[in-house]
């Protein structure tokens, strides 16, 4: 299918190749299939025959690209439908599409935060939302992971120290698979009268009320909520959902929205497509269900350290090394499961972190557990 020839001294950082359901392995012209347990797609919808359609039509009538920025030639209807119809599903007054969710996250920390103002967020938030706390210019207050003990404490301590707070956090994290207490998190924050940042990413489509997240049950008590469309939606793209005056606010001063080509029409058409399916169906109850499954069966082993609340599952290993070698221990079982190390997470905590997948059957957990059990 492939004929690549890679040196062999770049073959360790080369070796791996994903394309969706099979991953290909490439010692030269060797090809090995491995079962993908890495991939965001979480309910196989990058695959859908109906959303590739809705994505290729789109494309044929409109271009592949946007080839501007909204404010010049990129917007097309197909973009303001998808945010009308994500603002009514998650019950907000405005959603703007970005081409990436790194891109978003720094938007939306510059829009609520500046060099006047204290960020107080969890410790594990997502390098992307970092990076937008350094570009805003506040000050950075980190509290304990899912500890709203400890942001309670950091909130009294500076909340009378800067001219605006605002609190990151994630409703689910993509390495630690953690759920955040978001109703702690919230009445704390309006004790405090605190913005409050909620990046929903890998909760959107499963967790929560008909897969809507953690904030649709508490729709007007989130300042901003970050959402992609490369994970459950099976696309690309990403969005920032908020109330009418902010969205403006987004949309006269930010730079990351205004500065950049708009995401491509047909990414946009297929993730409108995946919205349309995620709402009528329940495929995140599904898969809730068969991720404890797989959590109870790998706990049942008796060898292994597991966290994760949902479809994120990180199998803790510890030392760098050893994690390495489990990794390659599971492609040669068949499976690509790969090593997450420092600085993604924090040093003797590497793991090998594995995601729950609709698509997945009994013969794949099945396999799995046999490789656990084997692995010495």
Request: proline share 3%.
């Given at each position: ?7 062999q ?15 290909f392995?490439?010692?030269n012209?060797?090809e ?46 197909v973009?303001q ?27 939306a ?14 410790k594990?938030?997502?390098n ?21 003990r ?30 955040a ?9 309006q ?18 009320t008909?897969?809507?997240g ?18 459950s ?24 929205f ?40 790998i ?34 079982k ?18 090998i972190?594995i995601?729950?997948?609709?698509t ?17």
């Open positions: 299918m492939f004929n690549i020839k890679i040196p001294n770049r073959l360790r950082k080369l070796r791996t190749f994903g394309l969706g359901k099979k991953v392995e490439f010692t012209d060797k090995t299939n491995l079962i993908d347990l890495c991939s965001n797609d979480y309910f196989g919808l990058s695959r859908d025959k109906d959303i590739i359609k809705a994505a290729y039509e789109t494309s044929l009538s409109q271009g592949l690209g946007s080839g501007s920025s909204r404010f010049i030639s990129g917007t097309r209807e973009h439908l998808l945010e009308n119809e994500l603002a009514e599903w998650l019950n907000q007054d405005k959603v703007l599409l970005f081409p990436s969710g790194y891109q978003a996250n720094i938007a920390v510059q829009a609520l935060a500046n060099r006047k103002s204290i960020v107080i967020a969890d594990l938030i997502h992307s939302l970092l990076t937008g706390v350094r570009a805003s210019g506040a000050k950075l207050i980190r509290f304990l992971h899912n500890n709203p400890d942001l309670k404490l950091k909130l009294s301590n500076f909340s009378n120290k800067a001219k605006s707070i605002l609190v990151i956090v994630e409703s689910l994290y993509s390495m630690e698979g953690t759920l207490p978001l109703k702690e998190i919230i009445s704390i924050c004790e405090y009268k605190a913005e409050l940042l909620v990046d929903e990413a890998h909760a959107l489509g499963i967790a929560g008909d897969g809507k953690l904030c649709n049950e508490f729709p007007k008590s989130v300042t901003m909520i970050s959402g992609t469309l490369g994970k939606f099976g696309s690309g793209g990403a969005f920032l959902a908020c109330k009418e005056v902010l969205g403006e606010k987004l949309i006269q001063n930010s730079d990351p205004r500065y950049t080509t708009a995401l491509s029409p047909s990414l946009t058409a297929g993730a409108l497509k995946a919205l349309e399916k995620i709402k009528y169906s329940n495929w995140g109850l599904e898969l809730l269900d068969l991720s404890k499954k797989w959590r109870d069966e706990i049942k082993i008796g060898k292994f350290k597991v966290q994760g609340d949902c479809h994120i599952l990180s199998i803790i290993i510890g030392d760098e090394n050893e994690t390495l070698r489990f990794q390659e221990y599971l492609e040669k068949g499976f690509l499961a790969i090593a997450i190390r420092p600085p993604t997470v924090q040093i003797g905590k590497s793991r972190r995601t729950i997948r609709k997945f059957n009994q013969e794949i957990l099945n396999k799995f557990i046999e490789a656990l059990k084997s692995y010495k």
